[in-house]
Nanobody
Framework: QVQLVESGGGLVQPGGSLTLSCAATSERVFSLDIMGWYRQAPGKQRELVAIVRSDGSTNYGTSVEGRFASSRDNAKNTVSLQMNSLKPEDTAVYSC??????????????WGAGTPVTVSS
């Protein structure tokens, strides 16, 4: 089992910036091929924000491409999300996501509890 804990959410004005962080921990040895972020706004489906593979390659959701940047530290098992030029429509609960395996188990998906981001003046 891998636990994901997010930090850094909060209230920000339109046009502002915010950075989210996520740390992965486990009692077992583990390996995560993908870490990233999804978000869900009230009344909407969950959508991809960004994923970062273990080789550092990334994919972004179309609504955030060019404004958000995500990176990971494989040694520390952390992933961050730098959000710039924030818009009210970026308001959502942002959840950390990971895919990987712990020693002796099959690979699976992992989710953090989520951290709220509100973009409002």
């Amino acid at each position: 089992q891998v636990q994901l804990v997010e930090s850094g959410g909060g209230l920000v004005q339109p046009g502002g910036s915010l950075t989210l962080s996520c740390a992965a921990t486990s009692e077992r040895v583990f390996s995560l091929d993908i870490m990233g972020w999804y978000r869900q706004a009230p009344g909407k489906q969950r959508e991809l924000v960004a994923i970062v593979r273990s080789d550092g390659s990334t994919n972004y959701g179309t609504s955030v491409e060019g404004r958000f940047a995500s990176s990971r530290d494989n040694a520390k098992n952390t992933v961050s999300l730098q959000m710039n030029s924030l818009k009210p429509e970026d308001t959502a609960v942002y959840s950390c996501y990971a895919h990987g395996e712990t020693l002796g188990t099959y690979a699976r998906h992992y989710w953090g509890a989520g951290t709220p981001v509100t973009v409002s003046s």
